[in-house]
């Protein structure tokens, strides 16, 4: 009977390729995206994964038959899922209004628990958590952007001279496209020659294709020096 502590090196060979194939998958679909997290730092946590999981399983087997040795395969595996978030958080951009880069923290954590589940010779459990997060992430994506991305509240912040008019002008562009405006907010811009205004929009878009439409018209009214939207 084999040992369970003992792994072969053709064993260690399929399960590293194994998580480096499932965790460039997930990689892509990022790097495509162009988010923060993308091809090469889904691999290499992919790949730390698997080979902390095949030390924590099979790195003491020297130890096995000892006495006062207590061999836990859990216990190494058990800090990376903690240990993940360091590289999750530094994907978190927090910009005041609203957060970015969940997904993708989110996306590093599962990548950590496909390594871990290679490592420990879970194959099919890593491939259909694999294929789950492919679909979670494009096809998903596309429904959400089809389906929800009208009712996400947007900042459309407009930068103009401070003239009579503007914000009359604006608001009747914003109601002809069909924009709902929830709430402007209206700040004067200091330390300028010129006596400027920030106007702050917060709005849900019924037509987001429109979107590069709408913006080229406000920026072509009178007293408007600069528009963005968040």
Known sequence: ?????????????????????????????????????????????????????????????????????????????????SGIGFLGAGTILFNGRSITGLTTAASLWVVAGIGLAVGAGFYYAAALCCVMVLASLWVLNKAEHKYFGAKKTQFLKIHALDQPGSLGLISALLGKNSIDIRKIAIEEVRGEDVKTVQMTFTVTLSKPALLHTLLEEISKLPGIIGVTLE
């Open 1 to 81: 009977m084999e040992s369970p502590w003992v792994i072969d090196e053709l064993q260690i060979s399929i399960r590293l390729f194994l998580s480096l194939l499932l965790g460039g998958l997930i990689g892509v679909e990022r790097e495509v995206s162009s988010h923060a997290a993308g091809l090469r730092t889904h691999i290499l946590v992919c790949l730390g994964s698997t080979l902390i999981m095949l030390l924590s399983m099979y790195g003491f087997s020297a130890f096995v038959n000892e006495i006062n040795v207590r061999i836990d395969p859990s216990r190494l595996a058990a800090q990376v899922i």
